[in-house]
């Protein structure tokens, strides 16, 4: 189905044109027709669906075609877990109105920078507000905005900002909005939070689902590299450089690795940058923008803070550290492949994390292709970590790492016992399998990072 029959005006198709999309994607078919409807909506989307353009596009056709009053209140309110994705759909929101006669007027307010410049910027009035949760109250409180004319409600990645504790502060903004509304809901995953959510906020939703849950994107590559823990920062140094990556995305569990690493990386001129929440936002702002441009190599983030990032054609993610829950594994290399293209994602799995990799394959459904890199191979059983260099003084709600479990080690043993009788053949293979997992093409607070 083109673009054309769905019903959104000529402007609106000229910004998809400019934007080079030719074929609206699974989830922008089903949700577009909704929202231009008036629908209320449950949305189930994975990451790199198209989701953004799938409510943007359609809720500004809905705006435009009305007579907006001269004090412009806000009409649509779209709701971010972060900042990074605040201004991302910020970006869209401009880049698909720009046809649009008279220009509707969109601002992004997120916490982490002054607010008296978001307050100058709203006092003309705006037609659609992208908000960090804390920093719209903070806003409200102080008579920057007001919310009482609000027609449609988005929450964007509803299931993070539960997860970052916004569950009040969204109460509250919904308290403050008009009874009668538009709201669409959409969501990585459906826990009992959001279900309780969703029950009185959303009217007769229509249910959208395009892709299984907890799937990845079927155009990711994943491999796992089973390597010593101690062993990690050498063996990402030499993927990178042997592999001649430009451009990769590296997750770590905690916001102190991330520093250490990038550190590691720029110290043999590998040019990385960090973005976590413990960074300010001009630096998470030059570190993205350094890296999208092309001048930072390899950037080193956090869970949070990476939530929502998107890079055309992100062709690397490399998993650092497991993440500490399976469905952010899914959001993790959900970074690349994205709008079926291809990608690959790595993940650099130590002893301790065996169990975590399997509940990580437990939940996409698939397994995970193990192999090890001649020169880095993980030993049998773990060597002992050699003490771990001070810390600076530790951060209020900063994130902890996995603490590593006896068991895992053991199941390990199994698998590298299996792969050294399997590599005694092949032992001038680059690359070795450790087992024969299918080539897994498919699967499945810290309001300090969010604002
Ligand atoms: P999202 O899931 O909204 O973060 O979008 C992921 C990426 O897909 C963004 O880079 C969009 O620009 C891109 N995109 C959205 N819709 C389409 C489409 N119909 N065709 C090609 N790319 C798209």
Redesign the pocket.
């Known amino acids: 189905m083109p673009f054309t029959k769905l019903g959104l005006s000529d402007p609106l198709l000229r910004a998809i044109a400019d ?7 699974p989830i ?1 078919q089903q949700v577009i027709p909704a929202v231009l409807q008036g629908h209320d909506l449950l949305a189930a ?1 994975q ?8 409510f943007a596009l359609p809720l500004l056709h809905r705006l435009s075609q009305k007579h907006f009053s001269s004090n412009r209140p806000v009409r649509v309110l779209i709701l971010t877990p972060t900042r990074e994705l605040a201004a ?1 759909v910020g970006e ?1 929101v401009s880049q698909y109105g720009a046809h649009l006669h008279p220009r509707l007027k969109t601002e992004v307010v997120f916490g982490g920078v002054k607010i008296n410049p978001q307050m100058m910027r709203l006092r003309g009035g705006v037609d659609v507000l992208v908000a960090t949760p804390g920093r719209l109250l903070d806003l409200v409180n102080q008579n920057a905005v007001k919310l009482d004319k609000v027609e449609s409600l988005v929450l964007d990645e509803a299931d993070r900002m539960l997860d970052m504790g916004f569950i009040r502060d969204i109460k509250k903004i919904i308290s403050l909005l008009p009874r009668k509304r538009q709201n669409l809901l959409f969501s990585a995953t459906f826990s009992e939070e959001i279900r309780k959510l969703t029950t009185g906020l959303l009217i007769n939703p229509i249910k959208i689902e395009v892709a299984p849950r907890n799937t990845a994107a079927e155009t990711v590559e994943q491999i796992a590299y089973l390597c010593n823990k101690t062993q990690k920062a050498d063996l990402l140094c030499h993927l990178i450089k042997s592999n001649q990556w430009s451009q990769v995305l590296v997750f770590t569990s905690t916001k102190h690795g991330a520093n250490r690493l990038t550190e590691k990386l720029n110290k043999i001129d590998i040019k990385a940058a960090a973005i976590h929440g413990n960074k300010s936002q001009g630096a998470r702002t030059s570190a993205l923008s350094g890296f999208k441009a092309g001048q930072v190599r390899v950037l080193v983030a956090t869970d949070v803070a990476a939530r ?1 990032i ?1 890079i ?1 054609l992100l062709p690397y993610v490399v998993n650092y550290e497991l993440p500490r829950s399976s469905a952010d594994y899914v959001h993790r290399i959900g970074r690349t492949g ?2 079926g293209e291809e990608g690959q994602a790595i993940s650099l799995v130590s002893h301790d994390e065996l169990g975590s990799l399997k509940q990580v394959e437990k939940l996409i459904g698939t397994a995970i292709r193990r192999e090890q890199i001649v020169g880095f191979e993980a030993d049998a059983v773990a060597p002992p970590l050699p003490p771990e260099p001070p810390r600076p003084p530790r951060q209020p709600r900063s994130i902890r790492a996995v603490k590593p479990q006896a068991k895992q080690v053991s199941n390990y043993e199994e698998n590298v016992g299996k792969a050294n009788g399997h590599s005694k053949n092949r032992s001038n293979d680059k690359v070795r399998s450790v087992n024969s997992g299918n080539k897994a093409k498919k699967s499945g607070n810290r309001r300090s990072e969010g604002g």
């Open positions: 934007a080079g999309y030719t074929t609206p994607s922008q989307a990451t790199g669906t198209g989701k953004t353009a799938g991302q869209s929502g998107d055309a994205r709008a």
